[in-house]
Nanobody, 115 residues
């Protein structure tokens, strides 16, 4: 079992920045991938950025060059630094942890970007 606690969402103007945090607890030694997904109203959930235990990262084309995913192994925390935010980045952002036994999800944190 893995529990994920997200923080850092909020309201920001276009062009601004936010940093999301995700702190897993429980069987964290079994996690091999962590990612941030988002879901906007009326749209499917999509992968925004991911990072493996080896440090490899991947990003959605729409956020490349603006978002950075990173991890602090000492704190067992994964971050998503979001810069140059756009109104189309508005969504609920979910932290995801992948284990061999399945996926775990956080409850989500709302990011609203005003124009």
């Amino acid at each position: 079992q893995v529990q994920l606690v997200e923080s850092g969402g909020g309201l920001v103007q276009a062009g601004g920045s936010l940093r999301l945090s995700c702190a897993p607890s429980g069987s964290i030694f079994s996690i091999y991938f962590m990612g941030w997904y988002r879901q906007a109203p009326g749209k499917q959930r999509e992968l925004v950025a991911g990072i493996t235990t080896g440090g490899s990262t991947n990003y959605a084309d729409s956020v490349k060059g603006r978002f950075t995913i990173s991890r602090d192994n000492a704190k067992n925390t994964v971050y998503l630094q979001m810069n140059s935010l756009k109104p189309e980045d508005t969504a609920v952002y979910y932290c995801n942890a992948r284990l061999t036994v399945g996926d775990y999800w956080g409850k989500g944190t709302l990011v609203t970007v005003s124009s």
